[in-house]
């Protein structure tokens, strides 16, 4: 994502002329975008974004099932007060 962002912000500058980046060759400027090509091929190929999903789906499990204890929890303390 950051290399997109970076070759987005790079185009803009590029196009409208601003700074240094003016002078740069078109190829130049067009770098980050396929380093972002390379970088979801790899990500893809070796299961990377996939291992990130299931972490995320891991931790969001969890999460709920420590709320549901918790929810539990205090509704066994209430019953044993009474």
Same mark, same amino acid.
């Given at each position: 994502? !950051?290399? *997109?962002?970076?070759?987005?912000?790079?185009? &803009?500058? #590029? !196009? *409208? =002329?601003?700074?240094?980046?003016?002078? %740069? =060759?078109? %190829?130049?400027? *067009?770098?980050?975008?396929?380093?972002? &090509? &390379?970088?979801?091929? %790899?990500?893809?190929?070796?299961? !990377?974004?996939?291992?990130?999903?299931?972490?995320? =789906?891991? #931790?969001?499990?969890?999460? /709920?099932?420590? #709320?549901?204890?918790?929810?539990?929890?205090?509704?066994?303390?209430? /019953? #044993?007060?009474?």
């Amino acid at each position: 994502m !950051y290399f *997109l962002g970076l070759g987005v912000v790079l185009l &803009v500058l #590029k !196009y *409208l =002329e601003i700074g240094p980046v003016a002078a %740069w =060759e078109w %190829w130049m400027v *067009l770098i980050p975008f396929a380093l972002a &090509v &390379v970088w979801w091929a %790899w990500a893809d190929s070796s299961g !990377y974004t996939k291992r990130r999903a299931m972490e995320r =789906e891991d #931790k969001r499990r969890q999460a /709920r099932i420590d #709320k549901n204890r918790d929810a539990m929890g205090a509704l066994a303390k209430k /019953r #044993k007060r009474r």
